[in-house]
């Protein structure tokens, strides 16, 4: 992966990483605050609507009680006079009051008195059967107590205030029961919208309509007193409580709908905010990757291809441009210094190699050429020999690669010793470090013995231990010597008679001189010089002799030769 894309896709995440966390922090402390705040407004909304409506309840409650616990009414349902109607139970009572409905039972539930105000047209009409019958399911034997509710009838909810019907002490017995109702219609609903500033919707009790729009619809059967949930365009959020009748059953459900303007702007900040940390973020990423792009991505490149140019020819003298920042100017600076130390590395390496070219030659050349005999030994083997070896030993290199020390030999040693037991002894203390030179006999491939004198010494490579031998033939050397020194011996033995020679003929001589002398003739002369002449010689003769048993000595001081062994 190139730097570029490197610091790009790092940019990318970067930005990534901070963009959602600035949208995941804003959630949670913004938004979930905003839901929270909203839920809160709707579920005191709810509440609201519940007292509210629960208010009327109770305000319908204290206006049944003051007109049932009134001496007018109490003798109206006694003796049903006309004058407490009509100065009582005109239209504009019941318009001023909000009434939807007025009942006067006896204690037998018989009505006294009925009207439902029809608030369109402004007239009271009589109450219809299916209504009496509706108010007796519904308030049962609790129609001669305080009865405060809401019953459902068929025209919609109705709150419902029964009160028994006594004296203005409010003492008894009672004589029958007052009953006031309003109808929870449109003005009502606008009443509380009005006082929750929220539009409020009412649905008979198990409506589905209710949930129209939601997000979730948990249905009646959730058993929640207030259900809250979100619309589906996330824009609305809605409150739905259910109110219960005089009997505790569901009587209608209550749907208050918040428009979330507070979360929308909520939203429409962190998307502007996001916005500009993208915008911000991707000006910064462009002028990082152009600042990098000039001061070290390109710097880079140039080096790359500086490097590229001289791993391609191998020319070491080149150097990298130095300059920019800091780190890319010591980084050329090291590659620089890199560079000439390799160059001076190389040029040193050639020259090691010349020499051990060259060294490796003269070598090859004292081992292939060399006039002794070099064996190379590995463990117990032969590694390696010269020509001369072979030479020697009439053998080829395929005989002898590979073959054990021992094939080289006879089976026993001059001196008794057995050649395969000997030569691993020598093996082993060469091995041990050693330095050995010693003599031996070895067998050529025709069978014969001949005497060389062995030096054999450690070396250690890489792939182990060697051994060095180095043989030098001396068998002809040895038969040289030997006729050596037995032609000293025979020139000794001929000088020691040549010795006892002379003094054999110095003693016919002398016998020769002395007759001689004692028998005077004329010859005498004569023979007597010739006496002297041999005595001459034979002095000269013994002088000789003295001088070879000189050179005798020297020889076999020197070179051992005629050396009594």
Not at 289 to 313: F, Q, W, Y
Not at 431 to 436: D, P
Not at 545 to 556: G, P
Request: aromatic share 8%.
């Amino acid at each position: 992966m190139k730097l570029l894309t490197h610091v790009v896709l790092v940019m990318i995440l970067v930005a990534s990483a901070l963009i959602g966390g600035i949208f995941f922090a804003s959630d949670y402390l913004l938004i979930q605050n905003l839901k929270e705040t909203e839920y809160t407004a709707v579920t005191e909304s709810c509440n609201l609507v519940n007292h509210t409506i629960q208010r009327e309840i109770d305000t319908l409650g204290v206006t049944g009680r003051d007109w049932a616990t009134w001496d007018d009414t109490y003798f109206f349902v006694q003796n049903r006079n006309q004058a407490y109607i009509d100065s009582n139970l005109v239209d504009e009572t019941y318009i001023n009051t909000d009434l939807d409905c007025f009942l006067i039972l006896n204690t037998t539930g018989m009505p006294v008195y009925g009207r439902i105000f029809d608030h369109e047209n402004q007239t009271a009409v009589q109450i219809p059967e299916n209504f009496l019958t509706r108010i007796e399911e519904s308030l049962g034997a609790q129609r001669s107590d305080t009865v405060e509710g809401i019953i459902v009838f068929p025209e919609g909810p109705m709150i419902v205030a029964a009160e028994p019907v006594l004296r203005s002490t409010g003492e008894g017995p009672a004589v029958g029961t007052l009953i006031m109702g309003r109808y929870i219609d449109d003005d009502l609903t606008g009443e509380i919208s009005d006082i929750t500033q929220m539009p409020v919707t009412i649905r008979s009790a198990g409506d589905p309509s209710i949930y129209s729009g939601l997000s979730q619809n948990p249905g009646p059967e959730d058993g929640t007193p207030i259900i809250i949930a979100p619309s589906e365009n996330k824009t609305i959020v809605s409150g739905i409580i259910t109110i219960p009748d005089i009997n505790g059953e569901p009587a209608f459900t209550t749907r208050i709908d918040l428009t979330r303007h507070l979360y929308l702007q909520g939203l429409e900040a962190i998307y502007a905010y996001i916005i500009i940390i993208t915008v911000i973020c991707a000006m910064a990423g462009i002028v990082l990757i152009i600042s990098l792009n000039r001061t070290l991505i390109s710097p880079l490149e140039i080096m790359s291809g500086t490097v590229t140019a001289i791993r391609k020819d191998q020319d070491y003298s080149r150097r990298m441009r130095e300059g920019g920042v800091a780190e890319i100017e010591t980084l050329s600076t090291s590659m620089n210094a890199l560079f000439s130390s390799l160059q001076s590395s190389i040029e040193q390496q050639k020259e090691y190699e010349a020499i051990l070219r060259e060294s490796e030659e003269k070598y090859s050349t004292l081992f292939r050429s060399a006039n002794d005999s070099i064996f190379i030994i590995r463990g117990d083997r032969l590694e390696d020999c010269n020509t001369r070896a072979l030479e020697v030993l009439g053998r080829t290199r395929e005989e002898v690669f590979g073959a054990p020390i021992e094939i080289l030999s006879p089976a026993y040693q001059p001196d008794g010793r057995r050649s395969a037991d000997a030569i691993r002894e020598y093996i082993r203390r060469a091995y041990a470090g050693e330095s050995l030179s010693f003599s031996w006999e070895y067998q050529t491939a025709d069978g014969t013995h001949r005497n060389a004198e062995i030096t054999a010494n450690r070396f250690d490579l890489r792939s182990g231990a060697y051994l060095l031998v180095i043989g030098r033939d001396i068998t002809e050397r040895l038969e040289m010597e030997r006729l050596k020194d037995e032609a000293f011996g025979q020139i000794e033995q001929n000088l020691e008679q040549f010795a006892i020679l002379n003094d054999e003929i110095r003693n016919p001589l002398q016998v020769i001189q002395a007759i001689v002398e004692m028998d005077s003739c004329k010859e005498a002369k004569s023979v007597l010089t010739q006496v002297e002449i041999i005595d001459d010689l034979v002095n000269q003769l013994d002088r000789g002799y003295i001088e070879s048993e000189k050179v005798r000595e020297f020889l076999s001081k020197h070179y051992r030769i005629g050396e009594k062994k």
